[in-house]
């Protein structure tokens, strides 16, 4: 119900934005004066600001598709060009209680400034649209608690927040299951939001399950849900609640196992006598589905005290919780780590662990920003990555 609420304030803000456009045409040209220049403009702002409304309304493919997919390069471009408008605007007003107001006055300075600020706009959106396909691999070491035994280091590799659907198809998929490969790891975590809310987001999902199932590893491929692997409604990143249970959508689970991905929902398995891997609900699609979710106590009651515990929790949200149960490694994604800037700087506000590995007590959290996507079709000062995680026991003195 969010967006309702949110939408008389977007209106407000492309017109405020589609005002300074057109004024700016009318300094750069006479022509551009005209009333057709100017409804023309009006019109094609118009068509990409409402382009995710009428792909959300839409139901003819490809149709759909197109405008959707639209409309997710148009959020980042937006976000951007609000925040260019803005600082135009503030950078005016601070000019008029300056010495420069009567040097910078006139169309000529408006059209200059305007398109310095266009330039700009331009040249983050595409570099921002690119940068998200560049899957980067960060590597980190980290040492677990002499009271474990693991016989011998393990490397994982932790992806999340994959987000396959409109932004996130076969391309990007093929790339990341390469660097993966590349990685020569023992076993593959997928901390959940492997979907973007929508199975038919998937442009072809047999040939993207296949080419999962390319992932080589020496113990597999295990991964949980996170809070977007839920069928529902959604329009620009906001899904309409209700107070009834949403209905599993099964095709989840199969592209699961033709993908040879192995889900574990609050379970809890031992690999090669070696180690526990778990993997938690997450609290908002438990929520939604009207399910319980184990506590970490409840959860990882009953094993092997001397095994290390490794668990995959797609929200970093219950650190201390899960430490006190005796968790070595928490393994998580779900902030993005911003994606965009300036997001990326106030995203520590709100998680204790936003990215990257973190000891919380006896405890490792390892936060990954994520191999996809999320809304805006782009990342700006962060990176679409792999993280590999070198475990080894702490040396024994």
């Given at each position: 119900?969010?967006?309702?609420?949110?939408?008389?304030?977007?209106?407000?803000?492309?017109?405020?934005?589609?005002?300074?456009?057109?004024?700016?045409?009318?300094?750069?040209?006479?022509?551009?004066?005209?009333?057709?220049?100017?409804?023309?403009?009006?019109?094609?702002?118009?068509?990409?600001?409402?382009?995710?409304?009428?792909?959300?309304?839409?139901?003819?493919?490809?149709?759909?598709?197109?405008?959707?997919t639209i409309g997710f390069f148009w959020l980042g471009c937006f976000a951007y060009t609000l925040q260019m408008v803005i600082l135009f605007d503030l950078a005016r007003i601070a000019l008029r209680h300056s010495r420069w107001k009567d040097a910078l006055t006139?169309?000529?300075?408006?059209?200059?400034?305007?398109?310095?600020?266009?330039?700009?706009?331009?040249?983050?959106?595409?570099?921002?649209?690119?940068?998200?396909?560049?899957?980067?691999?960060?590597?980190?070491?980290?040492?677990?608690?002499?009271?474990?035994?693991?016989?011998?280091?393990?490397?994982?590799?932790?992806?999340?927040?994959?987000?396959?659907?409109?932004?996130?198809?076969?391309?990007?998929?093929?790339?990341?299951?390469?660097?993966?490969?590349?990685?020569?790891?023992?076993?593959?975590?997928?901390?959940?939001?492997?979907?973007?809310?929508?199975?038919?987001?998937?442009?072809?999902?047999?040939?993207?399950?296949?080419?999962?199932?390319?992932?080589?590893?020496?113990?597999?491929?295990?991964?949980?849900?996170?809070?977007?692997?839920?069928?529902?409604?959604?329009?620009?990143?906001?899904?309409?609640?209700?107070?009834?249970?949403?209905?599993?959508?099964?095709?989840?689970?199969?592209?699961?196992?033709?993908?040879?991905?192995?889900?574990?929902?609050?379970?809890?398995?031992?690999?090669?006598?070696?180690?526990?891997?778990?993997?938690?609900?997450?609290?908002?699609?438990?929520?939604?589905?009207?399910?319980?979710?184990?506590?970490?106590?409840?959860?990882?009651?009953?094993?092997?005290?001397?095994?290390?515990?490794?668990?995959?929790?797609?929200?970093?949200?219950?650190?201390?919780?899960?430490?006190?149960?005796?968790?070595?490694?928490?393994?998580?994604?779900?902030?993005?780590?911003?994606?965009?800037?300036?997001?990326?700087?106030?995203?520590?506000?709100?998680?204790?662990?936003?990215?990257?590995?973190?000891?919380?007590?006896?405890?490792?959290?390892?936060?990954?920003?994520?191999?996809?996507?999320?809304?805006?079709?782009?990342?700006?000062?962060?990176?679409?990555?792999?993280?590999?995680?070198?475990?080894?026991?702490?040396?024994?003195?």
């Amino acid at each position: 119900m969010a967006a309702l609420f949110l939408a008389p304030l977007y209106i407000l803000v492309n017109l405020y934005i589609m005002r300074w456009l057109v004024l700016w045409m009318g300094a750069c040209h006479r022509i551009l004066q005209s009333r057709a220049a100017r409804c023309l403009v009006i019109a094609v702002y118009a068509a990409l600001a409402t382009a995710m409304l009428t792909g959300f309304l839409i139901r003819i493919e490809p149709l759909r598709r197109i405008l959707k997919t639209i409309g997710f390069f148009w959020l980042g471009c937006f976000a951007y060009t609000l925040q260019m408008v803005i600082l135009f605007d503030l950078a005016r007003i601070a000019l008029r209680h300056s010495r420069w107001k009567d040097a910078l006055t006139g169309n000529h300075w408006f059209a200059v400034i305007g398109g310095i600020a266009l330039f700009l706009i331009l040249a983050v959106s595409v570099y921002g649209i690119f940068h998200a396909r560049n899957i980067k691999v960060k590597e980190y070491t980290i040492e677990i608690s002499q009271e474990k035994v693991l016989e011998e280091p393990l490397r994982i590799a932790l992806v999340a927040d994959l987000h396959l659907g409109y932004s996130v198809g076969e391309r990007h998929v093929k790339n990341l299951v390469e660097e993966i490969n590349s990685q020569d790891v023992d076993l593959v975590c997928i901390a959940g939001d492997i979907f973007d809310n929508e199975y038919e987001a998937i442009a072809n999902p047999d040939r993207v399950a296949e080419i999962l199932s390319g992932i080589k590893s020496r113990y597999g491929v295990y991964a949980c849900w996170g809070n977007h692997d839920v069928s529902e409604k959604i329009l620009a990143g906001f899904t309409f609640r209700s107070a009834e249970a949403v209905e599993r959508d099964s095709r989840f689970e199969v592209f699961l196992e033709n993908a040879g991905i192995h889900l574990l929902e609050d379970e809890v398995i031992e690999i090669d006598n070696r180690f526990y891997l778990a993997g938690r609900k997450d609290p908002d699609k438990a929520d939604k589905e009207k399910e319980n979710r184990l506590s970490p106590e409840e959860l990882l009651e009953g094993l092997k005290p001397e095994l290390p515990v490794f668990v995959m929790d797609h929200q970093p949200d219950e650190l201390e919780k899960l430490e006190q149960a005796g968790v070595c490694v928490d393994l998580s994604g779900h902030t993005h780590a911003g994606q965009m800037f300036p997001s990326n700087l106030f995203v520590r506000l709100r998680w204790e662990n936003p990215a990257g590995a973190m000891k919380k007590g006896d405890m490792w959290s390892c936060v990954t920003s994520g191999a996809g996507v999320w809304g805006p079709a782009m990342r700006i000062g962060t990176d679409s990555e792999i993280m590999i995680i070198n475990i080894k026991e702490t040396e024994r003195i």
